[in-house]
C-alpha cells in the first residue's frame, strides 16, 4: 500500500495524480482541512516532492 500525508495543494495534486495511475496496488491519501499557507518550492523541490519509507 502507497500512503501519501500531503501537507499543501501542490502535494495533494501529486499523490492525487499517482494514486489514479498505480497499477500495483493500493494507495491512500490521508487528507485534514487546516488554514495553512501554500509552501513556496524550487523547481529541484518539486523534482522530489514525495519520500519513501518503508516499515
Request: aromatic share 6%.
Amino acid at each position: 500500500m502507497s500512503t501519501w500525508r500531503p501537507c499543501d495543494q501542490v502535494e495533494s495534486a501529486v499523490a492525487w495524480k499517482y494514486g489514479v495511475e498505480r497499477q500495483d496496488g493500493p494507495t491512500a491519501l490521508i487528507l485534514s482541512r487546516q488554514n495553512l499557507a501554500q509552501q513556496e518550492r524550487t523547481e529541484e523541490q518539486l523534482a522530489n516532492i514525495a519520500r519513501v519509507v518503508m516499515c
